[in-house]
Each structure stands twice: as C-alpha cells, then as structure tokens.
C-alpha cells in the first residue's frame, strides 16, 4: 500500500518554543492530507484538513494560528505548533489520501512532548 | 452527520479463539465504513473498507467484517486470533459531502482495545 512518512517520530521541546511536524507521501501524490490529534487511549481529533496549493481547513476550536499547517506540494504537509505549551503535549497523525473515492493512509504518529 | 459507534472498551481473548469486534453506524446516504488497526505509539494500519458491493469484506492480517444493513453494523472479525493481534482498533465512516458527494473526513469511533492471551 501506499506510504505515508512522517518525521520526527518523537520531539521534546522547551515551553515557548515552535515545533515543526513533517509528513510526506512516499510513492503517491497526495491531493488532501489530514492532521490529527490523539490523546491517550482516546480516538483520533481531527484538526485540519489541508488540499495542496490551498489554506488548511481547520476543525471547530483548532486555533489555527497556534497550529500552523503548510501544504506546499502534492508530496508534503508540514505542521507548526507555534509558541508551545505544556498542554499542547500529545500525539500527532497525519493522513493522506491518495484520490478521493480511496482509503487514507496514515504516517506513524509524532509524540510530542512540551516541557 | 455520519458517525459510528464502538460499544467495547476492550476485548479480551484467548489465542487462537475467535475475535469480534463490533461497530454500529449512523449515515444519511450509502455508509462507507472502514477499519484500522493502531499499535502502541504507531499511526494507524489500514485494514479493510466496505464501499460496495459484497457484505463480506477480507483485509490484512485475515480480518474480515461483515457489513448489515439491517443491523447497521459492521463488525470486525477473525476466525483465529494472535497474540500478536494486541492493539486498538478503530472503526470509521468517510463523510460524504453533497452535492457533488465528494469525500469528506474520516470519523473514527472511540476504538477497542484487544487484548490477546497466550
């Protein structure tokens, strides 16, 4: 099936600072690209959704400027957690579809962790 | 608003007894129902959809599910499980937006966890 990379897979960072999420599709071109938040042993939040050469759709009660979300190419989508805080801890998914009508794929997650 | 229901926390089995997993959904047009598999720290595995067609659906791994209209349940099964089949498992349904039906976001239910014992 169709990869989905993304990097780094676990960051630690100082409160106040700004961390960058990456998430590539490996062999595919991937139009729209999903970004998701996971809590412990809870389901998956939607945050944004992101189409390639466009602004983020973001969800209800997402600030998007504390969550900045470029999606510069068909092969790349990049997450900013912007100015971050210990609450902003949590696991990190994003996802990508390979054309609409299929199933999405789904990086393998970033642990961050704020402190 | 489509949505779908998982109503296991978890699901204890022994190894090499059968697994089910169940989901219920809640659609307004044709449900397109999907499950994945998260292990710990991991993103999710794609495991099998149902779009159309056959009730019957085969995945990954030796999963299958059965799609119930009737039911409206789509519950995850395998004949024999693994120890190795330990992990959280959601069940999803593709929003559909009109009109032009395109595809929207996934909505995952809250997922179940399987424990597996040797």
């Known amino acids: 099936g169709a990869v989905v990379s993304q990097h780094p897979s676990r960051v630690i960072c100082k409160s106040g600072t700004s961390v960058k999420i990456e998430c590539r599709s490996l062999?595919?071109?991937?139009?729209?690209m999903f970004w998701y938040r996971q809590f412990p042993k809870q389901s998956l939040m939607l945050m944004a959704t992101?189409?390639?050469?466009?602004?983020?759709?973001?969800e209800q009660g997402v600030e998007k400027d504390k969550f900045l979300i470029n999606h510069a190419s068909l092969t790349l989508s990049t997450l900013t957690v912007t100015s971050a805080h210990p609450e902003d801890s949590s696991f990190y998914i994003c996802?990508?579809?390979?054309?609409?009508?299929?199933?999405?794929?789904f990086g393998q997650g970033t642990r961050l962790t704020v402190v | 608003a489509q949505s779908v229901a998982q109503p296991e926390d978890q699901v204890n089995v022994a190894e090499g007894n059968p697994l089910t997993v169940k989901c219920t959904y809640s659609v307004s047009g044709n449900p397109y129902l999907f499950w994945y598999v998260q292990y710990p720290n991991r993103g999710l595995q794609f495991l099998l959809k149902?779009?159309?067609?056959?009730?019957l659906v085969k995945g990954s791994y030796g999963f299958e599910a059965e799609f119930n209209k009737s039911q409206t349940s789509f519950h995850l099964k395998k004949p024999s499980a693994l120890v190795s089949d330990s992990a959280l498992y959601f069940c999803a349904v593709r929003d559909i937006i009109p009109p032009t039906d395109s595809w929207g976001k996934l909505q995952f239910g809250a997922g179940t966890q399987v424990v597996v014992t040797p």
């Open positions: 062999d595919f071109q991937a139009t729209t």
């Open positions: 996802s990508a579809l390979v054309k609409p009508g299929t199933e999405a794929f």
């Open positions: 992101s189409n390639e050469g466009s602004k983020a759709t973001y």
């Open positions: 149902y779009i159309t067609g056959d009730n």
